[in-house]
């Protein structure tokens, strides 16, 4: 089981929840801030570099035309884990339904997504708005520029735990089970509800919709079915990956729930 926070933690947790409520309070918004194209991924392993021309042309995509790298990398991760997925279980993803990313931080991903649900509607909610980044861009600004030209794609800074709107696919890519992540996002730790989280999850979902959740690693992922579980889920398939990204690979849990 994961240890509870210690003495320096919660001193960790304060401080980022200072600087979590002043950008809240003070963040505007200027408009989208897309990224530069890095044109090619350099750099990649022989194996990553295969499977990313291998799901470049089975899906006709090319996000490195539309993102920087490290933007463009965490698009084919996307996609790969989510095609690794399908290949395990002969999962046809639900299309053109209302899809819903819990916790989608920069939003980096939804290129992904978009392709693979060919959603209605797309919807990245984030606790986080506008915090600075490399340049002065906040990150509410950023995700805009990564959603242009993703029809239907949208950006809402909301607690997740006090959403109210329904969902045909929700989407939660590594979620807060555990203090540690949410300290390594510099966030305070007022924010690890997972019993909150999963129940709002159950309770937007629409009836014989779908969950897919992604957790690093196995124990992770078991702290993440049990609150699952716990809050009405019912467990679909689960596989293993290793992500392409990261020196070395690590493993990730992909698993859906209904």
Do not use: K
């Amino acid at each position: 089981m994961p240890s509870a926070p210690g003495p320096v933690d919660r001193l960790r947790s304060a401080w980022y929840g200072f600087w979590f409520a002043l950008s809240e309070r003070t963040g505007r918004v200027r408009g989208p801030r897309a990224e530069t194209p890095c044109g090619e991924l350099g750099n990649l392993a022989p194996e990553a570099r295969a499977r990313v021309d291998s799901l470049r042309a089975h899906y006709a995509v090319a996000f490195e035309r539309r993102y920087a790298a490290r933007s463009a990398l965490l698009n084919y991760e996307y996609l790969d884990l989510l095609d690794a997925a399908s290949a395990e279980w002969g999962w046809e993803p639900p299309r053109g339904g209302e899809v819903h990313d819990v916790g989608c931080g920069g939003f980096a991903y939804a290129a992904a997504l978009h392709r693979w649900f060919a959603p209605r509607r797309l919807v990245g909610i984030d606790v986080e708005g506008h915090r600075r980044l490399q340049g002065g861009v906040t990150r509410h600004e950023r995700v805009l520029g990564h959603l242009q030209g993703l029809a239907g794609a949208e950006f809402v800074v909301a607690d997740y735990r006090e959403y109210a709107e329904r969902a045909d696919v929700l989407t939660a890519f590594f979620p807060f089970v555990t203090p540690g992540p949410v300290l390594g996002w510099r966030l305070p730790l007022g924010l690890l509800d997972p019993s909150t989280l999963f129940g709002a999850m159950r309770r937007n979902l629409r009836p014989g919709g779908l969950l897919l959740m992604v957790n690093h690693g196995a124990e992770e992922a078991a702290v993440a079915a049990r609150e699952a579980t716990a809050a009405g889920f019912a467990l679909r398939g689960r596989v293993e990956r290793e992500r392409l990204g990261g020196e070395p690979p690590w493993p990730v849990v992909v698993s859906t729930w209904c």
